[in-house]
T-cell receptor, first 111, second 114 residues
Framework: SQQGEEDPQALSIQEGENATMNCSYK?????LQWYRQNSGRGLVHLIL?????REKHSGRLRVTLDTSKKSSSLLITASRAADTASYFC???????????FGQGTELSVKP | DAGVIQSPRHEVTEMGQEVTLRCKPI?????LFWYRQTMMRGLELLIY????????DSGMPEDRFSAKMPNASFSTLKIQPSEPRDSAVYFC????????????FGPGTRLTVL
């Protein structure tokens, strides 16, 4: 399967701490994306990093991509209770428009 | 824009009944995707369309599942007959042809088959 692997599966932190989630994949990609899913809702796109980029920032989010290790990480700085959600990485393998989603990391931020 | 619209939001049915899920993609989006999400299997791509034409249906579990896209603003996913193992949340997503393949998801339909 080309599905990405994410770790940890679950992460519990205190408000104000940083949260780091990791994603590994199997073959070369066009880009890698991160999505958030709040309980009972659809997925929402957060950030995209292209295969020729190594790091990208968006507000409190920082994404890194290491194509030699086929891995990516998502860092959320100064977490808030509202960041509590599941986070998914999705890889674009240039397979005619589809994405392959990982199993997700469930983040819980305690106030 | 209203975003991707799905209906119904919740559906409870009995085994053997036909179920039809509906999706209206974002106007101007050329791609439409149907996903299924369960605790056991995560988020699975069932089928996707480009310009109303099915491109890849390899994720459709079996012949009981069928999907159509009669026009650019409407798609259906039908399960006939439904089984308890079909219970899941079904998402529709769309995206434009241009750009980097960012997908926009609907709120999902929670299906329970008794």
């Amino acid at each position: 399967s080309q599905q990405g692997e994410e770790d940890p599966q679950a992460l519990s932190i205190q408000e104000g701490e940083n949260a780091t989630m990791n994603c590994s994949y199997k073959t070369s990609i066009n880009n890698l994306q991160w999505y958030r899913q709040n309980s009972g809702r659809g997925l929402v796109h957060l950030i995209l990093i292209r295969s020729n980029e190594r790091e990208k920032h968006s507000g409190r989010l920082r994404v890194t991509l290491d194509t030699s290790k086929k891995s990516s990480s998502l860092l959320i700085t100064a977490s808030r209770a509202a960041d509590t959600a599941s986070y998914f990485c999705a890889t674009d393998y240039n397979q005619g428009g589809k994405l392959i989603f990982g199993q997700g990391t469930e983040l819980s931020v305690k106030p | 824009d209203a975003g991707v619209i799905q209906s119904p939001r919740h559906e409870v049915t009995e085994m053997g009944q036909e179920v039809t899920l509906r999706c209206k993609p974002i106007s101007g989006h050329d791609y439409l995707f149907w996903y299924r999400q369960t605790m056991m299997r995560g988020l699975e791509l069932l089928i996707y369309f480009n310009n109303n034409v099915p491109i890849d249906d390899s994720g459709m579990p079996e012949d009981r599942f069928s999907a159509k896209m009669p026009n650019a603003s409407f798609s259906t996913l039908k399960i006939q007959p439904s089984e308890p193992r079909d219970s899941a949340v079904y998402f529709c997503a769309s995206r434009p042809s241009r750009g980097y393949n960012e997908q926009f998801f609907g709120p999902g339909t929670r299906l329970t088959v008794l």
